[in-house]
């Protein structure tokens, strides 16, 4: 992650946090808005996926973008939702491959590796509309 020293303020934040979530187990964290919210929170968020070279999220949103929209603006806006509590983050890049359907599909329909209850990747492409990771290379490709 490179020379990221964490700030003092976002320790003593860690550190409370940790200590509560120790103290009581089933405790649960309802109001932490406000204190994500808070603006060298934010600084030091985003320093750390930068220096961690950061890739892109479901959004595209890379930090090209931000520096042209304005990092400060943006920071602003961000910290604004998360008071206001509208932000609403984009659901996680998930890949499927026909391996975790497959098995997704066994869990659900409570079938073993049999040849009866197997799903064959034909089946699993045309039903879910997967496309071949070979096939999908070589678009790219050529």
């Not at 509560?20 to 968020?45: N, P, Q, T, W």
């Amino acid at each position: 992650m490179g020379n990221l020293s964490t700030p003092i303020s976002v320790q003593k934040l860690q550190k409370a946090l940790r200590a509560k979530a120790k103290a009581e187990v089933g405790y649960r964290f309802y109001a932490l808005y406000d204190k994500i919210s808070r603006d060298h929170i934010l600084a030091h968020a985003s320093a750390q996926c930068r220096s961690n070279k950061g890739a892109p999220g479901v959004d595209e949103q890379n930090f090209a973008d931000i520096e042209d929209y304005g990092v400060e603006r943006w920071r602003a806006e961000l910290a604004l939702s998360l008071r206001k509590e509208t932000y609403r983050p984009d659901p996680i890049r998930r890949v499927y491959t026909a391996v975790l359907l497959r098995r997704w599909l066994r869990g659900k329909h409570k079938t073993r590796r049999k040849r009866e209850g197997a799903y064959h990747d034909p089946e699993l492409h045309e039903c879910f509309g997967l496309v071949r990771l070979a096939s999908l290379a070589a678009a790219r490709r050529g």
